[in-house]
């Protein structure tokens, strides 16, 4: 895989496909493997540039605290490194979070917004629900488990989730890396 | 933690009507944790902007319904290219 330098890290990615720029930003704890499913259509018609977020995949894991704007500039300093002025930006959950920072702080860079099961400001519900999150993933030590058990139920319906054989490819997105990396 | 950490702290509200580009808003109907209670805020502040909802879905439509998901969302990238 590529690898490019941005923001004062080193950031891995996937690109396939021709056409205008497609950035791919990954949901909570996922890889750019996680739109595998959609990378295999979206690139006859767009160069799908699918990438690791700081803390994910390949890219490098700084101790320091996130936010969704440093991600969001993570983005755009990764943009720029490989050349692009302006993309089509797509992201799901914490993707799209991103997604709504990198637009509105950097608007001339986005061409289109595509933002998947989004939301504006983290309310209370929400925040139990990735709290209740943090304690599952810390009492795990496997990646692949944490997400079946602690993410999957929040992803999925539950008729969806009881054929777990049709979620085997989606757990080919989480790496094996300790959960406290990732989360 | 951090990428979690960064979820529970996210707040762009203040920034969804400095979005210009077109945009596309889309919810899984059945999705708990991302649900459409975010819908009205979200679309009635970015200007430009859609609203599309995947039936029968949780938070994952990207797995759960990938043909409709890759049609619906490709027609509105291509509507936006060139």
Not at chain 1, 34 to 40: E, H, N, S, T
Not at chain 1, 106 to 124: C, F, I, M, Q, R
Not at chain 1, 136 to 151: D, R
Not at chain 2, 57 to 70: D, G, L, Q, T, W
Request: hydrophobic content about 40%; charged content about 20%; some cysteine.
């Amino acid at each position: 895989m590529p690898k490019v330098k941005a923001n004062s890290i080193t950031m891995n990615y996937d690109q396939q496909g021709t056409g205008e720029p497609l950035i791919l930003i990954p949901y909570l704890s996922a890889d750019h493997a996680c739109y595998a499913f959609q990378v295999a259509e979206y690139a006859e018609h767009f160069t799908c540039i699918s990438l690791d977020l700081r803390g994910t995949g390949e890219t490098d894991n700084p101790a320091s605290a996130y936010s969704t704007e440093l991600l969001a500039d993570d983005v755009v300093a990764f943009m720029r490194a490989l050349g692009i002025a302006k993309a089509h930006v797509s992201g799901l959950s914490l993707g799209a979070a991103i997604g709504m920072w990198l637009a509105s702080k950097y608007p001339n860079t986005v061409k289109s917004l595509s933002l998947h099961s989004g939301w504006p400001k983290t309310d209370p519900y929400l925040t139990a629900v990735i709290t209740g999150f943090q304690v599952m993933a810390k009492a795990m030590e496997s990646v692949p488990e944490m997400a079946i058990l602690a993410l999957f139920p929040w992803c999925f319906t539950p008729e969806l989730f009881c054929h777990q054989a049709r979620l085997h490819p989606v757990i080919g997105s989480f790496r094996a890396k300790p959960t406290s990396a990732v989360c | 933690m951090q990428q979690s950490n960064a979820v529970i702290a996210h707040d762009a509200e203040s920034q969804l009507s400095r979005i210009t580009a077109p945009t596309l808003i889309t919810f899984g109907r059945y999705d708990r944790a991302t649900s459409t209670r975010f819908a009205d805020r979200m679309k009635g502040r970015i200007c430009n902007s859609e609203l599309m909802i995947f039936e029968g879905c949780a938070h994952a439509p990207i797995y759960e319904k990938v043909e409709e998901f890759n049609d619906r969302t490709l027609q509105f990238l291509k509507h936006y290219a060139g």
